[in-house]
């Protein structure tokens, strides 16, 4: 009896949004605020006509035939991903069962986007030959990401008894 009273204390105490699942919840509120950041930042000048025209018509010096959909690839999957998250942290908040099967379906899919991306920017010339510490930096952080966050989600006691919903 006392062994059933002790689990139930311990899996009382597992419950809700506590632990390293505090860090999750940082991150899916400011998440979305980064990506929409970075997005108007890096990725949107390049659809303005002037920078458009330079990379996307041949003859001229920036001219890839990768760019456009290279752009156009970034352009749709970071908004997919934007939309996802904020999904993503309102089955968070809500503790719905579906949110670490989202979380870790959206973990590995960034990964797989983020890999795609860099390697397909490299055969680029004009990028493959320039020194770009944050494509690696966003790269190894996305990996090291999944490391930790997909086996956390699988194997976490906390993640089991918070989203039962």
Same mark, same amino acid.
């Given at each position: 009896?006392?062994? /059933? @009273? $002790?689990?139930?204390?311990?899996? @009382? &105490?597992?419950?809700?949004?506590?632990?390293w699942l505090i860090l999750v919840a940082i991150g899916l509120i400011f998440n979305p605020l980064r990506m929409l950041v970075s997005l108007g930042k890096d990725l949107l000048p !390049?659809?303005?006509? %002037?920078?458009?025209?330079?990379?996307?018509?041949?003859?001229?010096?920036?001219?890839?035939?990768?760019?456009?959909?290279? +752009?156009? =690839?970034? +352009?749709?999957?970071?908004?997919? =991903?934007?939309? =996802?998250?904020?999904?993503?942290?309102?089955?968070?908040?809500? &503790? $719905? &069962?579906? =949110?670490?099967?989202?979380?870790?379906?959206?973990?590995?899919?960034?990964?797989?986007?983020?890999?795609?991306?860099?390697?397909?920017?490299?055969?680029?010339?004009?990028?493959?030959?320039?020194?770009?510490? %944050?494509?690696?930096?966003? /790269? !190894?952080?996305?990996?090291?990401?999944?490391?930790?966050?997909?086996?956390?989600?699988? $194997?976490? $006691?906390?993640?089991?008894?918070?989203?039962? @919903?």
């Amino acid at each position: 009896m006392a062994e /059933l @009273k $002790k689990t139930d204390n311990t899996t @009382k &105490k597992l419950e809700g949004i506590g632990g390293w699942l505090i860090l999750v919840a940082i991150g899916l509120i400011f998440n979305p605020l980064r990506m929409l950041v970075s997005l108007g930042k890096d990725l949107l000048p !390049a659809f303005s006509s %002037e920078t458009w025209a330079i990379m996307t018509t041949p003859g001229t010096e920036a001219y890839h035939p990768l760019w456009a959909p290279l +752009l156009i =690839f970034e +352009l749709a999957g970071n908004s997919i =991903f934007i939309i =996802f998250s904020i999904i993503a942290a309102i089955m968070f908040f809500r &503790k $719905k &069962k579906i =949110f670490p099967k989202m979380i870790i379906i959206f973990l590995l899919s960034n990964l797989v986007f983020v890999a795609a991306d860099y390697f397909a920017a490299k055969a680029i010339p004009l990028i493959a030959n320039q020194n770009d510490p %944050e494509s690696v930096r966003e /790269l !190894a952080r996305t990996l090291i990401g999944c490391l930790i966050w997909v086996p956390y989600f699988i $194997k976490s $006691k906390r993640v089991k008894t918070t989203f039962v @919903k």
